[in-house]
């Protein structure tokens, strides 16, 4: 069994930039590809980001890509999200995912792992 546990969200104006971590008990990381998700209020949780068990690729969704990055901490067991020129419409709460599978995966359905979240609030 993963435990995972989100933190570093909270309250930034825009243009600024949060950093949300993802650390993982109960079993390495070291083999599982790595997701962010995140929902918004009365919508569906929809992908934001994932990254291969090596950290070697990544893939973004459109409305993210060049402004946030995914990444691995040395031991493969943390995961993170650097998130630099936020706007209002990225506000949400923010989740982490353990997809057991060797592929990059953008689909909530093939990961078995869930965090419980962490809100990010980005004021205009």
């Known amino acids: 069994q993963v435990q995972l546990v989100e933190s570093g969200g909270g309250l930034v104006q825009a243009g600024g930039s949060l950093r949300l971590s993802c650390a993982a008990s109960g079993r390495t990381l070291s083999s599982f590809t790595m997701g962010w998700f995140r929902q918004c209020p009365g919508k569906e949780r929809e992908f934001v980001a994932t990254?291969?068990?090596?950290?070697?690729?990544?893939y973004y969704a459109d409305s993210v890509k060049g402004r946030f990055t995914i990444s691995r901490g040395h031991a493969k067991n943390t995961v993170y999200l650097q998130m630099n020129s936020l706007k209002p419409e990225d506000t949400a709460v923010y989740y982490c995912?353990?997809?057991?599978?060797?592929?990059?995966?953008?689909?909530?359905?093939?990961?078995?792992?869930w965090g419980q979240g962490t809100q990010v609030t980005v004021s205009s």
């Open positions: 995912a353990a997809s057991a599978g060797g592929y990059l995966y953008t689909r909530l359905r093939d990961y078995v792992y």
């Open positions: 990254i291969s068990w090596s950290g070697g690729d990544t």
